[in-house]
Every structure is written in C-alpha cells, then in structure tokens.
C-alpha cells in the first residue's frame, strides 16, 4: 500500500492490481484505462458487468488498489438497482450508502481493508451546507462509527446507519436509509449538480454499475418496497404499469416549479450586511418578482360577523396627520403667542384680539401601510383545522378588507427566498390597485416554500413605503420564525443583516413592527427591538389579532 510520488501510469501496475483483485476475490477483473481531460485526480473509476476502468494515470498504487477494492466489494455485495423515474439526488445519496455497505461488508470478511481505505477519509466537520460537502462528510460518518460531525443531517445518518449492523446484509438496506436521508436533504433545497457530481473519496468509483438506466423497473412484490417511498408519481398520460390502464393525475409539482421560474422577474439589487467585517457587501442579493398563482378567493361564512366588527374597528380608528390650529376662538389650551400679543396689545391701549387659543385637528387618513407575509416552506406547518399560512391569509384577507373599506392607503405581499439570487417578491396588492376579487384571488394562490432571507425583503418594502406620499408609513411584517437561507451557514449573519434593514428604514422614517407567530423572542427583539415585537401566543387567534394591532400601531 506503498504510495509513488507524483503520477503512475495503469499500464505499468495492471499486472500488479490484476494479481491483487485475483487475492482478494478470486476473480481476475479485466482492466481498462479510463481516459479523460483535465486533472487525472478528478476522474473517478467506473464498471460493469464485464470490465473495471480505471484512470490512464493516477497519483498512487494506494489508490489504484483502494478503487479495485471497493468495485470488488460492489461485485460481490451490490446487485443493479432499476433507477427509472429516480430524482438524481435519490440515486446518489442511496449509491453513498450502498457504498458504505459493502465496504462494512468487505471489512467483516478481510479487515485489513480498513487499513487501505481508511487514509482516504480525511474530510473533518465543518458549517458548511453544500450539497458535495455534506455528502463527503456523510461518507466519512458512514465509513467510521467514532467520527463526530455535529450537523443533524450527517449525524442523523450515522445513527441510522449504525444502530443495526445485521440490517446491512440486505441490499434494500441502501434503498430504505437512503430514501429517507434523500428525503430530508431534498427538505433543505440544497442545490446540487447531478451531471458534474463527484464522488468522494476518490477510490470510489462513480457509482454507474449500481444502476440500470434503460431497464424499466418490476412489479413491485409487496407494499413494502423501498422504491415505492420515494418513486414520483407517472407524468399525465403515462399507464400505470401496476394497476392497469392510465390514470389522469395532477401535474407533478417540477412542473409548476419549472413554469414558476420562467415568470420571475429581477427587480432589484440590495446590499448585505456582513457583521464580520462591519459592512455592506453592495449587490449582494437580488429580488425577483413572481405573480402568485390565482386561485378562487378565500370565503369563510363564518368570519362575516368578525368582519363587521375589524371594518367598524378600522374605520374608527385614528389615522390622520395632525393639523395644529393656532390663534382660534376656542380650543384645547392656550396659544402661548397668541396670549402674548393679546397682553402686549392692550399695554398700548389697543383691543386685544380673543383668539388665543389653539388645538389639534386631523384632515383625511394619512398612513401608508404594507403588510408583508412570510410565505417560507415553515408555514406549511399545521395548525388547527389549517397550516400557519392559511391564517395568514385569512388575517390578511380580513385586515385588506376592512382598510379597503376605509379608503386606506396600503399594499400587500409576501416574500420567501432560494438564496441570494433569488428572494421571491409576491405582489397581491400594490398600493396604486383596488383589492378587488383578483388581488384575493392572488392572495389565496399564495403557498409556502423555501427559506426567510428577512432583510432583503425588508429593504424591498422600505424601497416600496418610500415612495409613498403620506406622513407615516409602516411596515407590519408577519411571521412564523427567523432569517435563514440555504446559502448561509452562519445563523447570526441573516439576523445581523435584518437588525441593519430595520435600522436602516428607521432612518428614513418608516417604522417597522413585526408580529412573531413563533421562533427565538430574544432573536426578534434583537432585530426589531422589543417595543416593536407583538408576539401571538396562540397562532389561531391571528385573524382576531392583527386588525387589533393595526388600530393600536396606527392610534
């Protein structure tokens, strides 16, 4: 297991390793050089059923005996799995598992094996949340049992992995494990490249001969296939092999995913505040517009008798920019100037005039409001008969109408975010439109997904309320947790940037109230200050609540 410095051609060693597979396995693999541009350490061995290629040049014989070791683990522990209608992500986190499981099997039967592949193992635990560094690290986790990482995902796996050796002799062991850490990382929209996927360690080959891409799968013998967990549903049109003829079916949701993203729109640039160095990454993130969905707006015959009473509540409430009076007949207290000149007046011995005093009138309704929903995939979480999102909605629909009613200027819309280049900007009403049938419409096609990227959003709003031609302008936020993005390990960065948008439209005159439906109370405070949180103890009291808080914000 000597290793060779510099490179070290296969057709030099192919003797050696051919007598090495032979000792090991009792086979004579037949070997081809597997040729490629670039560097020769990115290539990653591949087989079949008839030949093992490995790369025409390589940095080291303990490599090269590594690589043939693992594909000989494959041979004689791994059998193809049909992978048909298996998102990419599937296929490899189940390869990496089948990976670890051969070896493991491998070890029990020559433990020296350990020996030769463990050097290769050298990823150590990091905050990282790219989709190669979590799957490099899972492979370490996997391949020794006293590796500590820290992050829930890897860990979790490890735990899994571990907790019953004897289930490793079952091949669906990869399929059922697999699937279910498959299905947790799909969670957090990682993005992940499938074509330019690279398989680490680097002995391990690319994980081709675990698959048949162009053989339908069979029937399933029982309900309880591993396959069936995490197999989509066929696309329109398509017969269900299992069950007869074809079945019409709703569209697959990559679909409405694909055609959501031809209608984002670019809208805006902001800064990012960087805490670490104190200041602002300019351009660092970008806004883009997308219309919700139009769905039939929401009618709940049971919330006419709340509406008639937030509609009384709003149009009562007091939302006018003070007019001060002076030098009236009457009044609240006394016009100090006008009292002065009155006395100086009738010191000269002319008539004093009586108007002295002054009081406050309110002309018109002088507020510019907009509420912001957070829309991210955490408001998908159930509460009651719905999800956190449909009461958002339902509180809104409530608030919208009432201030429609009472001629109010206000506009709203909910965010969400896919990483920096992608905050999602949901306009249902903007300030210049009527909240009429298609802007609840807007509001009720309104679905959770993603992450809560705040401060961007914030400072969209603050860009949109500046324009707006009123004394006071507000910006009423509601949501369920924090800042969090798939791009930003740090938790405290988003925070960080989130207290800077707050303090920034504070300088400019908007206010910013945030209503908490959950999450850290200290973490909001932090980044709204602790006047300006209003936290909901019981979420199903939201649409009660927020008209309420409106009236008292704006009183």
Known sequence: MDGVDGLIALADVERRLRAYGTALWGVDPPLRPLVGEGDPAALRPCFDADLVRLPAVWPSLALYRAALAHVGAHRMFSRPLPAKGLKPLLTIVVSLVEDARVEHLAMRRLPGLRRLWAPFHRVEPSPSLMAADLLERLARALFDAGYRDGNAWVDKGQRLFFERPERWENPNFSLALGGDLAGDLGKTRVQINARGHRVDPAYRDDNGGLWLYDTPPEPPRDADDPLEAVRPEPMEGEGNRRNGPPQALPAPAPLAAAAETTALRPVARYPEWDHRIGLHRPGFVQVVECEPEHQPPMDVPADHRLAGRVRALIRHAVVARPERLRRQREGDALDLDACIAATAARRHGHAPDMRVYRRVRRRGRDLSVLLLLDASHSTKDPVGDGTVLDLERRSADLLAGALAAAGDRFALA????????????????????????????????????????????????????????????????????????????????????????????????????????????????????????????????????LPTVYVRLTG
């Open 414 to 545: 909910a965010f969400r975010s896919d990483g920096r280049e992608a905050v999602h900007w949901l306009p249902v009403k903007r300030f210049a439109e009527h909240y009429d049938a298609a802007a609840r419409g807007r509001l009720a096609g309104l679905d959770g997904r993603w992450s809560t990227r705040m401060g961007a959003a914030i400072r969209h709003a603050g860009t949109t309320l500046a324009a707006q031609p009123t004394l006071r302008r507000l910006l009423l936020l509601v949501t369920d947790g924090e800042p969090s993005d798939i791009d930003c390990p740090d938790p405290r960065h988003l925070v960080e940037d989130a207290r800077k948008a707050v303090r920034e439209l504070a300088g400019r005159g908007i206010d910013v109230v945030c209503v908490a439906l959950g999450g850290d109370a200290r973490t909001h405070h932090r980044i709204f200050g602790r006047r300006n949180v209003l936290p909901v103890d019981r979420v199903e009291r939201l649409p009660e609540i």
